[in-house]
Structure formats: C-alpha cells, structure tokens
C-alpha cells in the first residue's frame, strides 16, 4: 500500500491504517519503519468490533497463503509477541465517502487476505466520478 499511496491521493483518498498493537509499540515501530499515511492504535479494538472484523480460527490460520506470510515474516527477523500480537485478529479494508457512510467493505478470510491495491483504486475511481455527475 506505501507503494501506492500516490495514487491514492490523486484520486482524493485518505489512507488511515488502523493497528491493534499498543501506541507506544506502534511509535517504535514506525521509528524504525517510517510510513507516509496516518497510522492509528487501536489496542482495545474498538474499529475492529465497529466494522465486524472477527478473529481467525486455527484452520484459517494454518491456510498455505497465510503461513507463507508468516514465514516472510519470521525470515525478516518479525516474531509475533505474546500478548502484544495476535495472529488470530483478521483485518479489513474499508472505504468511507466524505460523511462516514461506507461505500466499500472486504473482509480478510485470513490473516494473508487482503484486496488487491488496484481493487481499491478502481472502487475509488468509481466513486469519485458517480459524485462529479
């Protein structure tokens, strides 16, 4: 997504990534892995319970495409931590209009489930030109 933030914007969105993991944990991390779009801590998941996000089963964790993206993570030196990191919390990606009304859902269905970028882009596009009629 940091990749493609520019074209995100020249469609006039707003990007705001929400993470579970404590704010003190998340400015350390962003120290060290700067990223250019708004990053918010949501630790006592508050979005995640407001946008239905559910946790992983352990089948939904153990799918191939999943474990892949935990062994990427583990050969990058990245260790999920007890109690700080739950693998088991799904994400989401959600596109609000101006006035908060949700235009756009996905949920994850896996931990490695996430929309294509050019998904989202299309979506946006979509939007902004059904708004300019």
């Not at 493609?4 to 707003?14: H, S, T, W, Y």
């Not at 918010?40 to 939904?60: C, H, I, M, N, V």
């Not at 993570?73 to 931590?81: C, F, K």
């Amino acid at each position: 997504m940091q990749e493609r933030l520019p074209e995100f914007e020249r469609v006039g969105a707003k990007v705001v990534v929400i993470s579970f993991v404590a704010a003190v944990r998340l400015k350390q991390y962003l120290s060290r892995c700067p990223w250019s779009m708004c990053v918010l801590a949501d630790p006592e998941r508050k979005a995640y319970q407001a946008f239905g996000l559910e946790r992983a089963t352990w089948s939904q964790l153990l799918r191939p495409r999943a474990i892949l993206v935990y062994l990427k993570l583990m050969l990058q030196g990245r260790m999920p931590r007890r109690p700080q990191e739950d693998v088991h919390q799904l994400g989401g990606d959600f596109i609000l209009d101006s006035t908060g009304h949700l235009v756009y859902e996905y949920r994850g269905q896996d931990p490695a489930d996430r929309p294509d970028p050019a998904e989202l882009l299309q979506v946006l596009s979509e939007f902004a030109a059904e708004s300019n009629r």
